[in-house]
């Protein structure tokens, strides 16, 4: 009441002693006042803050018209467009802000309960479906090319699967989850982020640096967290496609619907189809896998309490010489790589209460594949099952979790050949393991976690798996500081996850029993927001990374051109560095994301320190959006440029470059939005036009090697017509042949 007559007072004396203007307002956020938030007039360049009571006032405004810009930490900023007309004096009322999802986002993934992102004592990253809206894919693996550090590797030339790179560590320490569950590992490593519709992902959460005390063996290098959307919160109908200029088309439809008055359910379809065999570098094979695939997802809530999805996924893909067919499958006629994929998935959750929540997933992967005149059949079940409890003691939050693991494998390599039986058996791998964590409130500014897990290999026998996290803030929460130790673990089935094993016509060879990976890892995290009272918004999130791994699986191509030899390093591998992003958010409509990271990576192998394969020197990326309201237009830039990378050559005579060039993949896209339902997009890829070496595929003209001549000790032959001492090979490989191309698009959103 004081306040208001303190405020009345105020403007009456305004006004009788200056014909100027005044205004007035309060600021509030989840029905409650917000105290320090910026109010800008951007025309006079003037403006005040609001005080413990979420107030202010501004007066001696010169103007009529002018733009009023709010603002405050973590909260969306506010454009306000006032008119005085008549009156010199308007209370504008109460103005609700709301979250900025893109700095206080609600996280799981880094403690395995909600907390916003701000208040997370992990370092996650989030990106949610608006960004991956700037230049829409097929998938998922795809997508994430634009965020920094992360970088999709296609491994192989011809069948162009691959996996996920972060801060240049190998696909396989990257592990992948859709709503918190273990759901894509091992055989499906190289296909799991394809055939999700990106109409039903809300967000993917991004940790770099190991979390197997909380995930367990594969979360080693770090974890990507596909999150879909709640059905209550969705759209009741939605539909996005695409079709791009090479012939692709791409189609997703979510749909709503309920189940009696307390079942919500969301269904979302997506298919893709490539069907047109493109060589543009004259190699003779396919620049682009063709594929045709269908991916069916469905998720149920119940009462809020439990939820349950499943999604089917079919992938019929080839490539290889432009004038195969499937009469040459399996042929040496024709040379093609031919790969059928069936997969099911069954996964939700259960919470018995607030405190105990039941997590579980099983899922099926098949595949029949053909790679040239290798045939490869594999059969894959996982099981998984967690019980999780919380429970807040005082400034104690503890979690405790017990989890059980069960995986199936089956395939006709050498993998579960069993030499004394001289038969094939299905390799079976119990892990039971639990852990408990500790996040620790110190004070407002101090937050502690400490973790640490234990698990029994049914092969390998115990692990344990210990991490430790402190997170600093300032009193505005505008600065912060993440300190993180880990270790994590893998354990690895080469044939599951790596198909340069299977592909082109060398022999995988294993000189020993391969003994399961292990890491430890440093990471420094400083996040830094700035306000200004124009509305601008600039976040700096820098990290410094350091990670050392032991009994690395390392593959050698260099020995022998015909093998890949598979051990495990005698030494260690060391991958250090640092990133930085900047995000900025500008009041005119403009949107800024720019990052970097710096990578050294090496191994010390017998005293001798080399560099890996395929691991870039550093990565950047950026996102520039401009959104032009008044018109509904929004124009989009994104990129990515990656540093040079050491590739692997046949031998000291391959006429090919031994390293890749610095090369830049950037996209161009104009959005027009109808009526707030209906997107209208159209844009252009790889706008450089920029393409791997046409001589990626060695000697692509003798697939089947028919044509090399081995001498006495099985050395191949140099003469006339192999005068390099070349085999095919086609593990040259470090990026798409697609040139530039472009694409339109439609969407659609009913409620």
């Known amino acids: 009441m004081a306040k208001n007559l303190f405020l009345f007072f105020l403007i009456i004396g305004n006004i009788a002693f200056s014909q100027n203007k005044i205004i007035s307002g309060e600021i509030f956020y989840d029905n409650k006042p917000v105290s320090g938030a910026s109010i800008y007039l951007k025309e006079l360049k003037k403006g005040t803050i609001s005080d413990e009571n979420g107030y202010f006032i501004i007066n001696d405004i010169s103007k009529t018209k002018f733009s009023l810009i709010i603002s405050f930490v973590g909260l969306e900023s506010k454009k306000l467009s006032v008119d005085f007309k008549k009156n010199n004096v308007q209370d504008i ?28 004592s992990v370092p996650v990253e989030v990106y949610n479906k608006n960004f991956f809206k700037s230049n829409p894919t097929a998938s998922i693996f795809e997508s994430i090319q634009n965020i920094n550090g992360i970088r999709p590797q296609i491994n192989c030339g011809v069948c162009n699967t691959g996996d996920i790179h972060i801060n240049g560590q190998d696909g396989s320490n990257t592990m992948v989850l859709i709503d918190g569950l273990p759901i894509v590992s091992g055989l499906s490593t190289v296909y799991g982020l394809t055939g999700i519709p990106q109409s039903l992902i809300e967000k993917i959460e991004i940790i770099k640096g190991p979390t197997s005390a909380t995930y367990g063996s594969e979360a080693i290098g770090g974890l990507i967290n596909l999150i879909t959307k709640l059905p209550e919160y969705s759209n009741k ?39 047109n065999p493109i060589d543009n570098n004259n190699d003779g094979f396919t620049d682009l896998t063709l594929q045709d695939r269908v991916s069916i997802f469905n998720k149920i809530n119940f009462n809020k309490k439990s939820s349950i999805a499943t999604r089917f996924v079919y992938e019929d893909r080839w490539g290889g010489q432009t004038n195969w067919s499937r009469i040459f499958r399996g042929s040496d006629k024709i040379y093609g790589e031919s790969i059928y994929t069936s997969r099911w998935e069954v996964f939700g959750n259960h919470k018995f209460n607030n405190n105990l929540k039941l997590e579980f997933s099983i899922n099926n992967h098949i595949q029949n594949s053909a790679y040239g005149t290798t045939l490869y059949k594999a059969n894959q079940f996982i099981g998984f099952g967690q019980f999780l409890w919380n ?68 092969i390998y026998g115990n692990i344990i798996t210990p991490r430790i996290n402190y997170k600093w803030n300032s009193n505005d929460k505008t600065s912060t500081i993440r300190i993180g130790m880990g270790t994590g673990f893998r354990i690895t089935n080469v044939f599951t996850e790596d198909h340069a094993a299977l592909t082109g016509s060398r022999e995988v060879v294993f000189l020993e029993n391969i003994d399961p990976e292990k ?88 005293g001798v320190k080399e560099k890996p394969y395929l691991t870039e020197t550093f990565h950047g990326n950026w996102r520039i959006s401009y959104n032009i309201s008044n018109l509904n237009l929004k124009f989009d830039y994104t990129g990515n440029i990656i540093g040079s990378m050491l590739l692997p050559l046949l031998n000291s005579n391959d006429p090919r470059p031994q390293y890749s060039p610095t090369y830049s993949i950037q996209n161009i896209q104009i959005t027009k939005s109808l009526i707030n339902k209906y997107e209208f997009y159209i844009g252009l890829k790889n706008i450089l036009n920029f393409t791997p070496d046409a001589r990626s595929i060695s000697r692509s003209f003798d697939p089947f090697d028919k044509k090399v001549v081995y001498d006495s000790n099985g050395k191949i032959e140099v003469n006339s017509e192999n005068p390099y001492g070349l085999s095919f090979d086609t593990s040259y490989v470090y990026a798409s042949n697609q040139g530039i191309r472009f694409f339109a698009g439609l969407r659609i959103n009913l409620n």
Do not use: C, H
């Not at 999802?101 to 992102?117: F, R």
């Not at 058996?425 to 976690?449: A, S, T």
């Not at 700096?540 to 051109?561: A, E, H, L």
């Open 93 to 120: 009322g109460v103005i609700e802000l709301f979250s900025n999802k893109d700095l206080d986002e609600i996280v799981v993934s880094g403690t395995l309960k909600p907390v916003t992102k701000l208040n997370s």
């Open 237 to 275: 109908f939605s539909f996005d496609t695409f079709y791009s200029g090479w012939g692709e088309k791409n189609y997703d439809i979510g749909y709503k619907y309920k189940i009696g008055n307390k079942i919500e359910s969301l269904l979302g379809i997506n298919y893709f189809n490539y069907s």
């Open 391 to 458: 429970k807040s003691i005082n400034s104690n939050d503890l979690t405790f979790g017990l989890a059980l693991r069960y995986t199936l494998y089956d395939d006709n390599s050498t993998a579960t050949f069993n030499e004394n039986m001289l038969k094939n058996e299905n390799d079976k791998v119990y892990l039971p393991g639990f852990f408990i964590q500790d996040e620790l409130k110190l004070n407002d500014k101090n937050l502690l976690l400490l973790g640490v897990r234990y698990d029994y290999n049914s």
């Open 519 to 606: 890491s430890k890892n440093i990471n420094l995290n400083f996040i830094k927001n700035i306000y200004f009272k124009s509305g601008i918004i600039i976040d700096f999130d820098s990290s410094i990374f350091f990670t050392r791994f032991s009994n690395k699986i390392i593959p050698n191509y260099d020995f022998d051109p015909d093998k890949i030899i598979y051990q495990n390093l005698k030494g260690s591998s060391i991958s250090k560095g640092g990133s930085l992003n900047i995000n900025s958010t500008f009041s005119n409509g403009l949107r800024m994301n720019l990052g970097v990271t710096l990578i050294d990576s090496y191994t010390i192998n017998n």
